[in-house]
C-alpha cells in the first residue's frame, strides 16, 4: 500500500517542517499545494518534495483540497493540515495500519485530537476520513468546514493525528466565507447550516446563531451528530442571551435524536449546580458516568466529561450537601483518571482537614 500526502498550506513556516518531519518514512510522496504564501512556507515545502504547486485562493476549501488531491499517484490519498503531526507514539501504530490494512479497504477513518490538556491527555477528539483509495476519485465538499462523504469500504482505525495550533488562524475567514456565499444567492446545505451557527456563536452574534441553529433543527435534515451538537450550541447561545430556562430546554432537545451524551448530561449538571440544586445535579452527572462512550458515532467527543469532570462535580455536589465522606470518595475517583491535577490535589488538603475535624 502506497499514500500520496496531499496539502493545502498558506504561510505556515513556523509549523510546516514540523508537520512534514513527522510523517518521514510513513508516506511515499508528498504534495503541496499553497494558496498564496508570503513567507517562507514554499521554500521549506521544496525541502521535502519537489512536488509544489500553486493554486489561487477563491474561499473555497473544497476547490483547493481537490486539486491537491488530483496530483496524487499512489494507491492512498491522505490529507493533514500543516498544524497537525504524527506523534512518537502513533508512527508506530500507523506503520502497523498501512502494512497489515486490506486493499479492499476504501476509507480509513483515523481519530483527529484537536485539543489536550497540560499532560497530552485528549480533551476533544473525533474521527475524520484521512486516507481515501485514490482509484474512487474522492471528492471534497463545502467551501468551508470542508467533508468528503463516507464511500465504499471504511475502516475506523485508533491511530490518531494531534493538532498542535502555533498562531490563531484569521477569526473571520470561516464567517465571511458563508456570508459570501449567502450573499451570491447560494441555499446553505444543512451541514453547513449547523457551521454557520457554529461561527455565529464563535462571533457573539448569539440571536443570529439561535435563528440559524433552530431552522437547522426545524428543517430535520442534519446528520445525527451535527443535530445533537446544534442543540449544545443553541444551549450556550440561551446561556449568552441570559435565558437559562432556554437553555435548558435545548440541552433536552438533544435527547429525541439519541440516547444522552456524557457532554450534554455534564451541561444539563452544570445548569442546577448553578442553580444550587445539587440533587438534580448529582442524578445528571451520574447519568453522564453511566453514558456509553462510542468515537465511531463520529460526533465531537469531550472524554473528560465521562469520567473525570462529573466525578469532580460529584465531589462539589456532595460537599456542598455536607456529605463529605461520599464527595472525598468521588475526588479519589477523579484522581484515578488525572492523578496530578491541581483541582485534586486541592480536594485532598481540603478533605484531609474537614474530615480530620468531624473525628
Known amino acids: 500500500m502506497t499514500i500520496s500526502l496531499c496539502m493545502i498550506v498558506r504561510d505556515e513556516e513556523d509549523v510546516l517542517a514540523r508537520c512534514l518531519d513527522s510523517v518521514k518514512g510513513l508516506v511515499n510522496e508528498i504534495v503541496i499545494v499553497d494558496t498564496g504564501s508570503k513567507d517562507r512556507t514554499k521554500e521549506i515545502a521544496y525541502r521535502y518534495t519537489s ?18 488531491f488530483s496530483k496524487a499517484r499512489m494507491d492512498y490519498t491522505m490529507w493533514l493540515d500543516a498544524d497537525d503531526v504524527i506523534l512518537a507514539p502513533d ?16 476509507t480509513v477513518m483515523m481519530k483527529y485530537v484537536s485539543g489536550t490538556d497540560g499532560q497530552g491527555n485528549p480533551t476533544l477528539s473525533y474521527y475524520r476520513e484521512r486516507l481515501l483509495k485514490t482509484a474512487l476519485h474522492p471528492q471534497w465538499q463545502g467551501a468551508v468546514h470542508e467533508v468528503i462523504p463516507p464511500m465504499g469500504r471504511i475502516l475506523y482505525s485508533d491511530v490518531a493525528i494531534t493538532h498542535q495550533k502555533v498562531h490563531p488562524s484569521d477569526p473571520d475567514r470561516n464567517v465571511r466565507i458563508f456570508e459570501k456565499l449567502l450573499e451570491k444567492g447560494q441555499l446553505l446545505d444543512p451541514r453547513q447550516q449547523f457551521y454557520y451557527g457554529r461561527e455565529l456563536y464563535y462571533h457573539q452574534r448569539y ?25 449544545q450550541q443553541l444551549s450556550l447561545c440561551y446561556n449568552a442571551l441570559h435565558k437559562p430556562q432556554k437553555s435548558l430546554e435545548a440541552l433536552f432537545r438533544s435527547f429525541q435524536f439519541d440516547c444522552p451524551r456524557a457532554e450534554l448530561c455534564c451541561s444539563i449538571g452544570q445548569h442546577f ?9 448529582i442524578y445528571w452527572y451520574e447519568t453522564a458516568t453511566r453514558c456509553v462512550r462510542n468515537d465511531q458515532m463520529g460526533g465531537f467527543v469531550l472524554p473528560d466529561c465521562y469520567d473525570y469532570i462529573p466525578y469532580l462535580q460529584l465531589c462539589v455536589c456532595y460537599d456542598r450537601l455536607g456529605q463529605h465522606q461520599t464527595a472525598n470518595q ?21 478533605f484531609k482537614q474537614v474530615l480530620k475535624g468531624e473525628k
Open 51 to 68: 512536488r509544489v504547486y500553486d493554486f489561487p485562493w477563491i474561499d473555497d476549501f473544497a476547490a483547493a483540497r481537490n486539486f491537491a
Open 91 to 106: 508512527r508506530g501504530d500507523f506503520l502497523r495500519l498501512i502494512l497489515g490494512m486490506s486493499s479492499d479497504v476504501d
Open 207 to 231: 440571536q443570529e446563531a439561535v435563528q440559524v441553529l433552530d431552522q437547522f433543527l426545524s428543517e430535520g435534515l442534519g446528520w445525527m451528530e451535527n443535530n445533537i451538537e446544534a442543540c
Open 273 to 281: 449546580m448553578g442553580k444550587e440544586q445539587y440533587q438534580q445535579a
Open 330 to 350: 468521588y475526588n479519589e475517583k477523579a484522581a484515578l483518571i488525572k492523578p496530578d491535577d491541581p483541582s485534586v490535589q486541592q480536594n485532598r488538603i481540603y
